[in-house]
């Protein structure tokens, strides 16, 4: 009776496991949107955690003192459809216009994305720094 108890405990704190496991799994996992997939979605989307990729387009706006960026993101493959971001925080280094950024954040029923964490896409790229001879 005892081994039976045994079993029946460690069933129950195995399923328990997994299941915490995949709720914690479930809940981390973040769709990748291109702009306009994302407004496609309507008010479906409103308060969902999402990430949208796109181009940073010209104009971007930066209060130094408050740290909050607002710039448009430019859907890559229809460069007429855009969606306007506004982030508070520090940005990459990389950022800049033209450059390809992946965007976290909820969208919002105004029309603003909100972010909340920006990442810049490395270019293919490698160009190595040359030293002060030009080497």
């Known amino acids: 009776m005892g081994k039976r108890k045994l ?10 496991v997994v299941f915490l496991g995949y709720q914690g799994f479930k809940s981390s996992v973040t769709y990748y949107y291109e ?24 104009g ?30 520090a940005l990459p280094d990389t950022f800049n216009e033209g450059r390809h950024v992946l965007i976290e954040g909820k969208y919002s029923p105004t029309g603003v994305f909100e972010a909340s964490q920006v990442l810049t896409k490395c270019s293919s790229k490698y160009i190595p720094a040359q030293d002060e001879t030009g080497k």
Not at 7 to 16: D, E, H, K, S
């Open 7 to 16: 079993f029946i405990g460690g069933l129950v704190i195995l399923v328990a």
């Open 35 to 58: 702009v306009n997939e994302l407004l496609n979605q309507g008010s479906s989307i409103y308060g969902q955690n999402v990430r949208v990729g796109g181009e940073v387009a010209p």
């Open 60 to 89: 971007v706006e930066q209060n130094v003192e408050s740290l909050l960026t607002r710039f448009t993101i430019i859907d890559i493959n229809n460069r007429e459809v855009t969606l306007p971001v506004e982030y508070k925080g």
